[in-house]
């Protein structure tokens, strides 16, 4: 894309998920009633504070053996939309392996400020770090994310607890929200897009999967494969896995199935 070239409504949509996939809001809806069923099924561990905030929870899934890996998933929503509750079934699949799964909660913007969400991000691991194992979650952590997530994911594994991470369909070059109805809420400073754009920093040497599905917006797919040919030339380990057929919501599946892709890519991170 020529981005001066587009227009404010061009500019929009090349960032705009939901009206990119005509379904978007069934499947927003079938995800958030499976993950409602799955809290009710596992609720010893649920609401955990980890921060002074309201959003400042973690929702904790243990495995059976404590030692297990747990993969520490951030739900997305352009860091102003969600909440870690309507994402629970992800759990489903890589408990089936015997992997313990942690979500926590932030803060949305404009509430907080990028920044602050980035360092929330890092306390809740701070919390895993610290009391995990008081609730059955002593093994590496592995942190996950989709969407915004896949940018919190990028941004937290430098966390020393964190072994490795999967970036799902994220955004790493924060300049052109910018330019988007994105940064209404947002409110981007130079200071922010230069601080935490993960294709401007040094990258972490940790293994980093990073996905995206292959009917995602362009933005979204070549934010992806900027980052992994960056961690490539810097011999920074980790695949770069396009889920074939998927849109920036289906993408998912292949995380929430047992036998799906990115369950699999996991399971090899730890």
């Given at each position: 894309?020529?981005?001066?070239?587009?227009?404010?409504?061009?500019?929009?949509?090349?960032?705009?998920?939901?009206?990119?996939?005509?379904n978007s809001a069934a499947l927003t809806q079938a995800r958030n009633a499976a993950s409602h069923a799955w809290r009710q099924a596992h609720h010893q561990h649920l609401d955990i504070?980890?921060?002074?905030?309201?959003?400042?929870?973690?929702?904790?899934?243990?495995?059976?053996d404590p030692s297990m890996p747990c993969l520490v998933f951030i739900h997305g929503g352009y860091w102003?939309?969600?909440?870690?509750?309507?994402?629970?079934?992800?759990?489903?699949?890589?408990?089936?392996?015997?992997?313990?799964?942690?979500?926590?909660?932030?803060?949305?913007?404009?509430?907080?400020?990028?920044?602050?969400?980035?360092?929330?991000?890092?306390?809740?691991?701070?919390?895993?770090?610290?009391?995990?194992?008081?609730?059955?979650?002593?093994?590496?952590?592995?942190?996950?994310?989709?969407?915004?997530?896949?940018?919190?994911?990028?941004?937290?594994?430098?966390?020393?607890?964190?072994?490795?991470?999967?970036?799902?369909?994220?955004?790493?070059?924060?300049?052109?929200?910018?330019?988007?109805?994105?940064?209404?809420?947002?409110?981007?400073?130079?200071?922010?897009?230069?601080?935490?754009?993960?294709?401007?920093?040094?990258?972490?040497?940790?293994?980093?999967?990073?996905?995206?599905?292959?009917?995602?917006?362009?933005?979204?797919?070549?934010?992806?494969?900027?980052?992994?040919?960056?961690?490539?030339?810097?011999?920074?380990?980790?695949?770069?896995?396009?889920?074939?057929?998927?849109?920036?919501?289906?993408?998912?599946?292949?995380?929430?199935?047992?036998?799906?892709?990115?369950?699999?890519?996991?399971?090899?991170?730890?």
């Amino acid at each position: 894309m020529n981005w001066g070239l587009l227009t404010q409504a061009e500019r929009d949509a090349a960032y705009n998920n939901a009206e990119a996939v005509a379904n978007s809001a069934a499947l927003t809806q079938a995800r958030n009633a499976a993950s409602h069923a799955w809290r009710q099924a596992h609720h010893q561990h649920l609401d955990i504070a980890y921060g002074p905030r309201p959003r400042n929870r973690l929702d904790l899934f243990p495995a059976a053996d404590p030692s297990m890996p747990c993969l520490v998933f951030i739900h997305g929503g352009y860091w102003q939309r969600n909440s870690r509750e309507d994402f629970a079934c992800l759990a489903e699949g890589l408990h089936a392996h015997g992997w313990s799964f942690a979500v926590p909660g932030y803060t949305l913007a404009p509430e907080a400020s990028l920044t602050e969400i980035v360092n929330e991000i890092h306390a809740s691991l701070d919390w895993l770090a610290a009391h995990g194992d008081t609730r059955g979650i002593g093994g590496p952590l592995v942190v996950a994310g989709w969407s915004a997530g896949g940018h919190l994911t990028a941004m937290a594994l430098s966390h020393p607890r964190v072994v490795a991470g999967l970036a799902i369909s994220g955004v790493f070059e924060l300049g052109p929200l910018r330019d988007t109805y994105l940064n209404a809420k947002l409110k981007l400073t130079e200071d922010e897009v230069a601080a935490l754009s993960p294709l401007r920093l040094p990258p972490v040497q940790k293994p980093l999967a990073i996905a995206y599905g292959t009917r995602e917006l362009p933005a979204l797919i070549a934010d992806s494969r900027d980052l992994h040919a960056m961690r490539a030339a810097a011999h920074a380990p980790g695949a770069l896995v396009p889920v074939g057929g998927a849109d920036h919501f289906t993408v998912l599946d292949a995380l929430r199935e047992a036998t799906g892709e990115l369950a699999h890519h996991a399971k090899l991170l730890a």
